[in-house]
């Protein structure tokens, strides 16, 4: 994917889901303050793919330390009508 292209996908993607959950709050609830939230889409694999990429990416950097350590969470459309949260990682200060 372009990497230009990219912030602004996340940002339309991030505005559909405030819109969202304006309406219907549940998701947000379920989000652990301070995460890393990425975005996917049935309907946009390569979306999705990139943002899976960057979050590996931030993952690794928590592990090695250069990131301050937070929860990754997944936020998917697998519809229109339907969204669904995947939490990738927990803070975990006693990882080691």
Do not use: H
């Given at each position: 994917m372009n990497?230009?292209?990219l912030p602004?996908?996340?940002l339309d993607r991030l505005a559909d889901f405030l819109i969202y959950e304006l309406g219907k709050p549940?998701?947000?609830e379920q989000i652990?303050?301070?995460?890393y939230v990425f975005y996917g889409s049935c309907s946009d694999p390569a979306l999705t793919q990139a943002n899976l990429k960057f979050a590996s990416k931030i993952l690794l950097s928590?592990?090695?330390?250069y990131v301050e350590a937070a929860p990754l969470v997944m936020c998917m459309n697998t519809s229109l009508a339907?969204?669904?949260l995947l939490i990738c990682s927990r803070n975990n200060a006693n990882r080691m």
């Amino acid at each position: 994917m372009n990497k230009p292209i990219l912030p602004k996908k996340n940002l339309d993607r991030l505005a559909d889901f405030l819109i969202y959950e304006l309406g219907k709050p549940d998701l947000a609830e379920q989000i652990p303050d301070g995460s890393y939230v990425f975005y996917g889409s049935c309907s946009d694999p390569a979306l999705t793919q990139a943002n899976l990429k960057f979050a590996s990416k931030i993952l690794l950097s928590m592990f090695l330390g250069y990131v301050e350590a937070a929860p990754l969470v997944m936020c998917m459309n697998t519809s229109l009508a339907r969204r669904s949260l995947l939490i990738c990682s927990r803070n975990n200060a006693n990882r080691m």
